[in-house]
């Protein structure tokens, strides 16, 4: 007699998805947006901008521990944060020169 396994025992899925024995299921793609972060830290926007970078950190390692959801949320946050310390920054940038050009030194 054998002791395997009966293959009307095996659960198979119902939607006609197959999985191969042994294969690991793959991690979603990474989005932390340490790129654009680091960007940023170059617009006058600081505490903005050094806040997308942590947040942007902490998706990666949210990512590595395998807390895909978080890091998904956590790097939404870091571009959300990135984009307006971008916004933020033109805008200073902007109000800066029109000051300095429009001022009339007597």
Same mark, same amino acid.
């Given at each position: 007699?054998? *002791?395997?396994?009966? @293959?009307? @025992?095996?659960?198979?899925? *119902? @939607? %006609? /998805?197959?999985? =191969? $024995?042994? /294969? !690991?299921? $793959? !991690?979603?793609?990474? $989005?932390?947006?340490?790129?654009?972060?680091?960007?940023?830290?170059?617009?006058? +926007?600081?505490? &903005?901008?050094?806040?997308?970078?942590?947040?942007?950190?902490?998706?990666?390692?949210?990512?590595? /521990?395998? @807390?895909? /959801?978080?890091? $998904? #949320? *956590? %790097? #939404?946050? !870091?571009?959300?944060?990135?984009? +307006?310390? =971008?916004? &933020?920054?033109? *805008?200073?940038? !902007?109000?800066?020169?029109?000051?300095?050009?429009?001022?009339? +030194? &007597?």
């Amino acid at each position: 007699m054998s *002791l395997g396994v009966v @293959d009307s @025992d095996v659960k198979r899925p *119902l @939607d %006609g /998805e197959h999985q =191969v $024995r042994g /294969e !690991a299921q $793959r !991690a979603p793609p990474l $989005r932390n947006y340490l790129a654009l972060t680091i960007f940023t830290c170059f617009c006058p +926007a600081y505490p &903005i901008n050094i806040v997308a970078l942590v947040f942007s950190v902490l998706s990666q390692s949210s990512y590595d /521990e395998g @807390d895909y /959801e978080g890091s $998904r #949320r *956590l %790097g #939404r946050k !870091a571009l959300h944060l990135a984009l +307006a310390s =971008v916004v &933020i920054g033109i *805008l200073v940038i !902007a109000i800066y020169c029109i000051v300095h050009f429009t001022t009339h +030194a &007597i």
